[in-house]
């Protein structure tokens, strides 16, 4: 008896529960298995580019996707989703939007991000500092000395199986504030709901375009599922876990 098809999918971590639901209703459609590998966009984009086999990447970021392309070793980068950056806070600690600066200044107050380069969310994290420099001179240099670089790196220690990973490191008070993707309140909320998420004001807010592009080795299944993730089936799928799904359909 023949082995069932399957379809290789890398991902970014902040995608995993989203995809995993687009891969399982994939799979009741087509009967095509997906095996599927999460992490940060950056380390994934290097393991393909030296070879590892792979078929679907679905990154944080166009940047990662586009640079498969520009290499010869992918196809186009395509939109598929949209993220954007969120304080979340640590039991007991409180900010508004016009006090978030400053209490991420504070020298007592530890900040976490992800770690740049390797996961796009760092980097949106830096984005986020650089643009506070117009709102308060000195703001970027002293921000990005003490931002603790928690997750998405290679030497980051990981969350126990099944918990979020930003969540673990508030709770574990690792940070008491971290700069993660606001998609993050759907699990935070159930498993650690004495952290506050704020979003950041007008003057720092960051947002995410995720991109996704086929190898050039992949399967047709490669193609069908890539095809998959951006109908409107799972772009409503991608919407119910918080993303914005720019292929929906306009209402009305």
Same mark, same amino acid.
């Given at each position: ?36 590998? +999460? ?46 950056? /969120?304080?979340?806070?640590? @039991? ?33 994290? +830096? ?28 030497? /980051? ?24 993707? /606001? ?17 950041? @004001? ?43 799904? @720019? ?6």
């Amino acid at each position: 008896m023949a082995a069932p098809a399957s379809v290789r999918l890398h991902a970014a971590g902040s995608l995993r529960t989203a995809l995993l639901d687009i891969a399982a209703a994939f799979q009741s459609e087509t009967g095509v298995l997906v095996s599927s590998q +999460f992490g940060a966009s950056g380390l994934l984009k290097d393991r393909l580019a030296r070879g590892e086999p792979g078929e679907v990447f679905a990154s944080a970021n166009l940047e990662h996707p586009q640079a498969l392309a520009r290499a010869g070793l992918a196809g186009p980068a395509v939109l598929f989703a949209r993220n954007e950056l /969120c304080a979340f806070l640590r @039991p007991g600690l409180v900010a508004t939007a016009a006090t978030l600066l400053d209490l991420m200044l504070d020298p007592k107050v530890r900040l976490g991000t992800s770690t740049p380069r390797a996961d796009p969310s760092g980097d949106y994290a +830096f984005a986020v500092f650089a643009r506070a420099e117009s709102v308060k001179p000195g703001a970027k240099a002293a921000l990005e000395a003490k931002a603790l670089n928690l997750t998405g790196g290679p030497e /980051c220690t990981p969350a126990p199986d099944g918990l979020n990973v930003y969540g673990h490191k508030l709770a574990s008070g690792e940070a008491d504030i971290f700069l993660a993707y /606001c998609t993050n309140a759907q699990p935070l909320a159930k498993e650690q709901p004495g952290v506050a998420m704020l979003r950041l @004001p007008d003057q720092l807010a960051v947002g995410a375009d995720y991109g996704l592009t086929v190898l050039n080795k992949a399967s047709l299944n490669g193609y069908r599922l890539a095809m998959f993730i951006l109908s409107p089936q799972g772009q409503t799928i991608l919407a119910r876990h918080g993303f914005a799904a @720019p292929g929906l359909p306009r209402k009305g």
